[in-house]
């Protein structure tokens, strides 16, 4: 059922997966942010803190392409592995033993291979990984020089974790 505005229940769930907030979505489409946050309820798409914690600090980072039509990097494995791991390490409670086991594979596959994630917003490119230099550290994105981070926490969040022998 759509919303006036255009926006229809589709629409909005994949917005939501998007991390798009409320707000976001209804200045987007022209109406209230309690309209968008109750048709959300209706549909079942609850926001978990953590998880959009996650989402609000990696848009200081990137824009990630998502098309208002088709599939964008958003659902591509490695960004969904990026937030899966940063919500293992803020200490998100929720997550299933599925998404624990693919954050410890994304972990894993950093250290081996001794990379960084990075992102293009190029609908072609997307996602992409290369090798880690002295500047990143123990980073598993590519952060910038001069971009302040969101706070210190997500700063910590970004390290890899000392390996456990």
């Known amino acids: 059922m759509p919303i006036v505005s255009g926006l229809t229940d589709p629409l909005l769930v994949k917005l939501f997966h998007t991390g798009q907030t409320d707000k976001q979505i209804a200045e987007r ?9 109750k048709r959300r309820m209706k549909l079942g798409l ?3 803190p ?7 600090y990696l848009a ?4 990630i392409w998502a098309p208002s039509e088709g599939t964008g990097h958003h659902n591509a494995y490695s960004g969904k592995a990026l937030k899966v791991w940063l919500r293992m ?9 599925k998404q624990e086991h693919l954050a ?11 990379e960084v994630l990075c992102y293009d ?3 072609q490119r997307g996602w992409f990984y290369r090798p880690r230099t002295a500047r ?22 970004l390290d890899l974790p000392p390996q456990e022998l």
């Open 60 to 63: 200081a980072r990137w824009d």
């Open 104 to 114: 410890q594979q994304w972990e894993r596959r950093l250290r081996e291979q001794n």
């Open 121 to 123: 917003p190029d609908p």
């Open 46 to 48: 609850i926001r978990k």
């Open 89 to 97: 390490r803020l200490g998100d409670s929720g997550l299933s033993q």
């Open 50 to 56: 953590v998880s959009r914690k996650v989402n609000d």
């Open 136 to 157: 990143d550290g123990q980073r598993v994105i590519d952060w910038p020089d001069g971009l302040p981070y969101p706070d210190e926490g997500f700063k910590r969040a």
């Open 29 to 37: 489409f022209g109406i209230s942010v309690q309209a968008v946050s």
